[in-house]
């Protein structure tokens, strides 16, 4: 039995071109890429259990691959440039194409998928770049896009008869009418609905990743992830302080924090935690004029912060509290003078 594996986003296009495949009596392994940027959907924990179901539905079988720091080190510098924000699309498919490529020899697999539609995305899905793609992720002739391949050069699964030609598609453009009709012809009702791409696209996020990298060129796994939790407000060049904007983000703030950090809070009411990012070698101190900084930012998202004065409690970590300081909350010009976040004109 002819085998294929399939880059997989759980999202309509490739779940269709994956069904297309299987629909033509191949074995196919369907291969969802993590980054620490996201893919297709804002939180990819949220799809795992899903989505998943197309795989039983429609007879696939699905492999999660995290591409790691990998695609950190092409995040900082692409080699094809970005898209309208910090998106590197053509390096980001480069990559995900060489590690397919990787595991179609692991599981003896025949040839690539991928769920592309001609010129649907402005950078990767041109008519010019598919070839250079395919080329430098050493793919060529081995990648079929089912859902946009009659109007493409025929791929080797095709012209060896694994894969008959006649039952692909000549789908192009942004529309995703002639998907959503497919997909009511295959029985797939259950989709995600379209979105703009990883966290990479948005805006605000690629603000606060530009930023990171301008002041921390190489920063670690954990500055990076925690860019998208938070308020972010730049200290120094080597500080900045994260404040969770509900009980959430604080959680999710609090489980990355180390011992060696500073947090700051405000017991007893709704409050932000607060923690202070300073880079490796960076003692702070209670006294600290940072430490007092990061307070009032604190006391001015708490319930309290209409308050004249706030009692900020300070933590070594977030369990062992080390002192208390008395502090005005923070009054918004300064506090938007910090802030990271384009400043228009
Ligand atoms: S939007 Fe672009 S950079 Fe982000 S995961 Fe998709 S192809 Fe990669």
Known sequence: MAKAIS??????????????IVRQGIEVTAVKFLTHFG???????????????????FGFRVKYCHLGEVFLE??????????KNMNPCVDCR???????????????????????????RPMSQ????????????????????????????PTIAETNGLVDREKLYGFSGRSRKPQMALAKEFGLTDYPAPAGGCLLTDSIYSYRLSELLRYTPNPSLREVNLLKTGRHFRL????????????????????QTTDED?????????????LILAQAGQKLEPGDAIVEVAASITARYAKTKHDPQVNVSIYKGVNKLIGHVLVKPLDEETLNSL???AKSG
């Open 74 to 83: 092409i995040v900082k510098s692409p080699a094809y440039g970005r898209g």
């Open 339 to 341: 802030r990271i976040e």
């Open 94 to 120: 480069i990559a995900m194409l060489r590690e397919a490529k990787k595991l179609m020899a692991l599981t003896g697999a025949d040839f690539l998928i991928t769920g592309e539609v001609l010129w649907q």
């Open 236 to 255: 120094s060049p080597s500080i900045k302080a994260i404040a969770g904007r509900n009980e959430k983000e604080n959680i999710a703030i609090e489980a």
């Open 126 to 153: 041109r008519r010019d770049s598919f070839p250079l793609i395919d080329r430098a992720a050493g793919v060529e002739g081995i990648v079929l896009r089912p859902l946009t391949a009659k109007l493409l050069k």
């Open 262 to 274: 500073i947090t700051l809070t405000v017991d007893d009411v709704g409050s932000p935690t607060t």
């Open 7 to 20: 880059l997989y986003s759980s999202g309509l296009d490739s779940t269709l071109a994956t069904i297309v």
């Open 39 to 57: 893919c297709d959907m804002a939180d990819p924990a949220a799809y795992l259990d899903d989505y998943v179901p197309h795989a039983e539905q």
